[in-house]
């Protein structure tokens, strides 16, 4: 919505470039194509931890600030900063040694950015690093997925421009200010698009309602899918209340295909369409053959899917 400039409001929840793992990716972004930016630079130097201390950031710092020069011209030089022990020096100069490797090949019009993206994360192992702040398995798998979400949104921008480059996806995904309340509801009373969960959904009423993410892995999702029974009826309660906010007109869509890590994968179409449709027997089979997290391709329906209710 922000390409087609569609305005559009959040309603109940945070925006995706709000979160903490996209911040970060972004300020990784930042910083190879600009790396005299002081804000994402100091953002990223230590995260995930590399061995560059807050002593070692400060030194660098207070270089630049009395030389008026980008912390980045000190870390190049960071030998000639004082009191800095030798693992500081080593973790500053591995540091800039990647940025500045990741920056040539980025001047090559035969990478894809979101190959380069998805090296990035995978050197500088974030992956692990969430698992090593967060315990639940749940609240792990959610953030990756924020930086998988990254990632494809970068391919995605490579996919619909001509001429893309770095600053330009930048650009492009500029962080919009946090709007306050009643700054929403006027926008919504000028037929902004609401965008909100369906949990946050429940008690509202809209004209017009587009239930988006009709497929296996996401409604129901996966986890709901690995434990089956009640978890499966909790997702069916979740597609009633989407259903019923709909005053006028229901459209149900899904995606036959999903960019993940810059690729597309092929998704199946939810049990509950079908079940919607009429087409239990369709529903049951759909439950029988998908594992978890949607990947069976045992389950998908000849020709070009299901048609979208109205």
């Known amino acids: 919505m ?101 920056r040539r090949r980025l001047r090559s019009r035969k990478v894809r950015l979101a190959q380069v993206a998805g090296e990035l994360i995978d050197e500088i192992r974030y992956q692990q690093e969430i698992q090593r702040i967060y315990d639940s398995p749940q609240e792990q798998e959610s ?27 930048i650009e492009q995904t500029a962080l919009d200010p946090q709007e ?6 006027e926008q919504l ?5 609401a965008l909100l969960t369906l949990h946050a959904a429940k008690g509202l009423e809209f004209p017009q309602v587009y239930l988006v993410g009709l497929e296996e892995g996401l409604l129901p999702h996966h986890r709901s899918v690995d434990l089956d029974g009640e978890a499966i009826d909790e997702e069916r309660r979740l597609c009633y209340v989407g259903i019923t906010r709909a005053q006028d007109r229901l459209t149900l869509s899904l995606a036959l295909s999903r960019m993940k890590w810059g690729k597309p994968r092929e998704s199946i179409p939810s049990r509950f369409l079908y079940e919607i449709t009429g087409r239990a027997e369709k529903a049951q089979q759909v ?15 000849k020709g070009r899917g299901p048609k979208r209710p109205r």
């Open 2 to 102: 922000r390409r087609r400039q569609l305005p559009y409001v959040l309603l109940g929840g945070q925006s995706f470039f709000d979160r903490k793992e996209v911040r970060d990716l972004l300020a990784y972004l930042k910083v190879l194509s600009k790396p005299r930016d002081d804000v994402p630079l100091l953002r990223i130097i230590n995260t995930p931890p590399r061995g560059i201390g807050q002593r070692t950031v400060e030194s660098a710092v207070r270089q630049s600030v009395a030389a008026q020069q980008p912390v980045w011209e000190s870390l190049k030089k960071v030998k000639s900063l004082a009191g800095l022990s030798d693992a500081a020096v080593t973790a500053v100069e591995k540091f800039v040694e990647m940025i500045g490797r990741y």
């Open 143 to 169: 953030r990756w997925g924020w930086v998988e979400q990254t990632v494809s949104a970068v391919a995605s921008y490579e996919k619909q421009t001509k001429r893309a480059s770095l600053q330009g996806f």
């Open 180 to 185: 306050p309340d009643d700054e929403k509801q």
């Open 189 to 193: 009373r000028r037929n902004a698009i």
């Open 287 to 301: 439950a029988r053959g998908t594992p978890a997290g949607g990947r069976s391709r045992a389950a998908r329906p």
